[in-house]
């Protein structure tokens, strides 16, 4: 570089964080992130009969509850951390309830209280909350269930029901746990690996192994490998990862999406991307042999 083009550049870059400093001086941080926009809430025929905004975490303190909310958010917040005799791997709740479960199409929480009880086909019966919740554990985190009656399961609990607001039983808030995809695709697992390598591996590494921070925590979660989700994962099914990735994956700042980037990829990039890590080695699961009994298994069971 001649000293000349030095200089423009050290212009340049004076400019740029000058510019950045006014940025932050004009956009004084809050504590927390803005209310939302308005979201409908539906009746069982679909019809709007009011609206939903995104709670601000900071109108938490003002619960008679809030103790156990805020345990709950930081429990899905930092699970690997708080939780270690619960979760046998790299992983938290909202690693992929993506937002803290306040986002569409990243498996939010919104609608979570008001759903359960509910039918479960992969355990072929009604199921509470409580037990939805010890599924994630046992199979997304590769863990042990807590006791439905322990503070901590409270707390989640607590947390989620807290997130509904006044949405009440019968009605819904007009999100999606997951966006759609082509179930007709097939996928190809060798296309998936050059989409992985140049669409996820900066973050997740070029092993899927993630990356950790100095504290030894997670800052990018792996994707395969002894800390990942086991093979009775949702996520470990092809079309449901697909439905993960196209909508949520990769994140990035500034856009839309549930956190960012979302859209980047069509439904079969995402499928194959999808294919490509979730065959990639992970723990088994040993309670697979009660799954789908006496049901038509899904084409994506890995079981
Ligand atoms: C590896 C990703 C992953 C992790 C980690 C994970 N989950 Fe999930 N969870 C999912 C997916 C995907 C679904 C959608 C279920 C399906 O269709 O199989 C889900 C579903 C749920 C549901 C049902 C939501 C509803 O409205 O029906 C609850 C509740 C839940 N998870 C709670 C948790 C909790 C609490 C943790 C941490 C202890 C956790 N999850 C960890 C991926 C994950
Ligand atoms: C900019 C960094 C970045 C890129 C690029 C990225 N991810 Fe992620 N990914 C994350 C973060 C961060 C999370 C955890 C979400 C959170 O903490 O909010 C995550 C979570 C996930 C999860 C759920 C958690 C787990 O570990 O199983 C999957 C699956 C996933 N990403 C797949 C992908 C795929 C496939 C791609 C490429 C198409 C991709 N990601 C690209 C940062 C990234």
């Not at 479960?101 to 509910?118: C, E, Q, R, V």
């Not at 092993?207 to 002894?226: E, R, T, V």
Request: glycine content about 10%.
């Amino acid at each position: 570089m001649t000293s000349r083009s030095l200089l423009f550049s050290g212009i340049a870059i004076t400019a740029i964080i000058a510019a950045g400093g006014a940025f932050i001086l004009m956009h004084q941080p809050t504590l927390d992130a803005p209310v939302g926009d308005a979201i409908a809430v539906l009746d069982a025929n679909g019809k709007r009969i009011g609206d939903y905004r995104v709670p601000a975490d900071s109108t938490i303190a003002t619960e008679p509850n809030a103790e156990a909310i805020l345990l709950g958010k930081r429990l899905l917040n930092e699970t690997a951390r708080l939780l270690p005799a619960n979760v046998g791997n790299g992983l938290n709740c909202n690693s992929c309830h993506m937002g803290q479960g306040k986002l569409s199409d990243a498996n939010p929480y919104i609608n979570t209280t008001n759903t359960y009880p509910s039918f479960n086909p992969r355990a072929n019966r009604e199921i509470e909350l409580s037990m939805r919740i010890n599924g994630c554990l046992q199979r997304s985190m590769n863990g042990k269930p807590l006791a439905a009656d322990s503070t901590e399961m409270h707390a989640m609990l607590s947390y989620m029901n807290w997130l509904r607001q006044d949405v009440v039983k019968g009605t819904k808030v007009a999100v999606r746990n997951a966006g759609p995809i082509d179930e007709s695709l097939v996928p190809d697992p060798q296309r998936g690996r050059t989409i992985y390598a140049a669409q996820c591996a900066a973050c997740h590494g070029a092993n899927g192994q993630g990356m950790k921070d100095q504290a030894g925590d997670y800052i990018f979660p792996p994707l395969w490998g002894d800390d990942s989700f086991n093979i009775g994962a949702g996520l470990a099914r092809t079309y449901k990862a697909a439905q993960f990735v196209k909508y949520a994956m990769p994140p990035a700042m500034h856009l839309n999406a549930p956190l960012g980037a979302g859209g980047v990829l069509s439904d079969q990039d995402a499928l194959d991307v999808a294919e490509f890590f979730t065959h990639m080695p992970r723990p088994d699961f040993a309670g697979k042999v009660n799954d789908w009994k006496g049901l038509k298994k899904p084409k994506d069971a890995r079981y």
